[in-house]
């Protein structure tokens, strides 16, 4: 079993940055994890993973890992009001699939 936990969401203006971290816990040895978000009234999507990252946001976001605290990181800069959304954290490990409790982000002026 895997555990999950998201922190780092909150409220920026337009242009603003913001870091948000997923921890796993639990029996780990080879763990696959990205984000998803889901916007009010859509369905949820993939944001960014193993080199990939969605139209909307490359070259504004980074994926990135830190192995020993088996924690992935999602980095977003110059942030739009369209990335409002709750974003998850997903992980896969031997077929089974896991998700965080997600985070809200809100960009707002």
């Known amino acids: 079993q895997v555990q999950l936990v998201e922190s780092g969401g909150g409220l920026v203006q337009p242009g603003e940055s913001l870091r948000l971290s997923c921890t796993a816990s639990?029996?780990?040895?080879?763990?696959?994890m990205a984000w998803y978000r889901q916007a009010p009234g859509q369905q949820r999507e993939l944001v960014a993973g193993?080199?990939y990252y969605a139209d909307s946001v490359k070259g504004r976001f980074t994926i990135f890992r830190d192995n020993a605290k088996n924690t992935v990181y999602l980095e977003m800069s110059r942030l739009k009001p369209d990335d409002t959304a709750v974003y998850y954290c997903?992980?896969?490990?031997?077929?089974?699939?896991?998700w965080g409790q997600g985070t809200q982000v809100t960009v707002s002026s």
């Open positions: 997903y992980a896969a490990q031997e077929g089974v699939q896991y």
């Open positions: 639990g029996r780990i040895f080879s763990i696959y």
């Open positions: 193993e080199s």
